[in-house]
């Protein structure tokens, strides 16, 4: 009966919050394994709701209630992977940088990170540099994201990445990062790795970036 690993995909790409659960615990019950129920039901539908989003064919309040779905159906899982093989793409720490308290995009990008199968340890609003340096040694991740709004905290991202070199932290982790005022060139700029767009393109560029 693999075909609940395509019902779990569409449960995902509608927002179905009862369907998911109810087929997450569907799958188990059948015996199932938890990361097939992650990787072949869930992953899947969360990657067409990223390619829609970037692609304009889903808008926000949509990709929100799909990434809700998500992280329903992952609360009846996690206790399952935990200790088993899957380590999923990683772990990121995410923050909207000092100065700034704007969090819909950030959030919007944690979740879809978390739902495309990363560890998202995320810092909140008014991030102050010194906070990133200490998740980063407490944490250990792949990636750090840094979000911006206000073009008047966007040097607070130099900041920052100045502030992981110095601790001797920074070849040791990826540094994405977005929001409205955010461009390719800033981000050269200031010797980030990655940066993007939009949620959907976040996450591309953040496989890309752990070589995923």
């Known amino acids: ?7 779990l995909s569409k ?7 009862t369907g998911a659960k109810r087929l997450t615990q569907e799958a188990l019950d059948q015996g199932f394994k938890a990361k097939d129920v992650l990787d072949k ?7 067409v709701v990223g390619q829609r989003f970037k692609t304009g ?9 799909s990434a809700k779905t998500m992280h329903l159906a992952m609360e009846i899982l996690k206790p399952l992977l935990v200790g088993s093989d899957a380590e999923g793409l990683g772990v990121m720490v995410i923050g909207t940088v000092e100065g700034d308290l704007h969090d819909i995009g950030k959030n919007l990008v944690a979740m879809m990170m978390e739902g495309s199968g990363f560890t998202v340890v995320d ?14 040694k407490q944490h250990k991740p792949n990636l750090v994201g840094m979000s911006a ?7 607070k991202m130099k900041e920052t990445i100045d502030a992981l070199k110095e601790a001797g932290l920074r070849n040791r982790v990826k540094v994405m990062i977005g929001g409205a005022p ?3 060139e800033f981000m050269s700029r200031i010797g980030a790795d990655g940066f993007g767009i939009n949620a959907g393109a976040a996450v591309e560029n953040a496989k890309k970036l752990v070589g995923k």
């Open 41 to 47: 039901g869930l992953l899947p539908g969360m990657a």
């Open 1 to 7: 009966m693999a075909d609940i690993y395509e019902d």
């Open 182 to 184: 955010v461009t390719a």
């Open 149 to 155: 709004l206000l073009t008047t905290t966007m040097p």
């Open 57 to 65: 064919e889903m808008f926000m309040p949509e990709v929100l209630f």
């Open 123 to 136: 810092l909140g609003t008014n991030v102050k540099s010194q906070t990133f340096v200490d998740a980063v």
């Open 11 to 17: 449960s995902v790409m509608t927002g179905d919050l």
